[in-house]
Structures are given as C-alpha cells and as structure tokens.
C-alpha cells in the first residue's frame, strides 16, 4: 500500500530515460551526449515555469549488454575431441 504524498513530494520532477547503453551513461555523466540534452530540456522547462527550486530526479536502466561477440564460438568440430 502506497502512503500519501506530502506538499513537497508532489514538487519533484523526474525524468525517464528508460534503458540506455553504457557509453551513453558515461556521455550523460560527463554532460554530453542526447541524454543530456533530454536533461536540459527539462530543466529550462522548470526553470521558465518558475519553480528553480524544484527538485530533478533522472531515471534510468542500465541496458543488457548483447550476447556473443564479433566472431561467435564455432561448435566444436568432431575431430578435435577423438
């Protein structure tokens, strides 16, 4: 059961980056890339609405890396195992 939000939960904005790949997290980190622009946005956003104040919470899930590699693992030929 979800408890009641106070005045000042209501005020945190937050944005939802979903899932985002390991170079694109050190891009945002680093405050590059189009994940931070996303940022950005927001915040100008909450910044003309008045309220700098305002908290920003940013959201976002690590994506699984791929199975296999480049060159993926042949099964192994009959005439190495007899």
């Known amino acids: 059961m ?3 939000l ?3 939960a ?9 899932a985002i790949s390991k170079k694109r997290l050190k891009q945002l980190r680093r405050g590059e890339g189009k ?11 909450v910044k003309a ?3 700098a104040d305002t908290p920003v919470v940013v ?5 699984a890396k791929k199975s296999g ?5 042949p099964l192994p ?3 190495l195992f007899s």
């Open 10 to 18: 209501r005020r945190v904005v937050v944005v939802d980056l979903g």
């Open 35 to 45: 994940e931070m622009w996303k940022v950005l946005q927001v915040l100008n956003g």
């Open 59 to 63: 959201v976002y899930k690590k994506k």
């Open 49 to 51: 609405s008045g309220l």
């Open 6 to 8: 106070d005045v000042d």
């Open 2 to 4: 979800t408890k009641p």
């Open 77 to 79: 030929f009959p005439f």
């Open 69 to 73: 590699g480049r060159f993926p693992m």
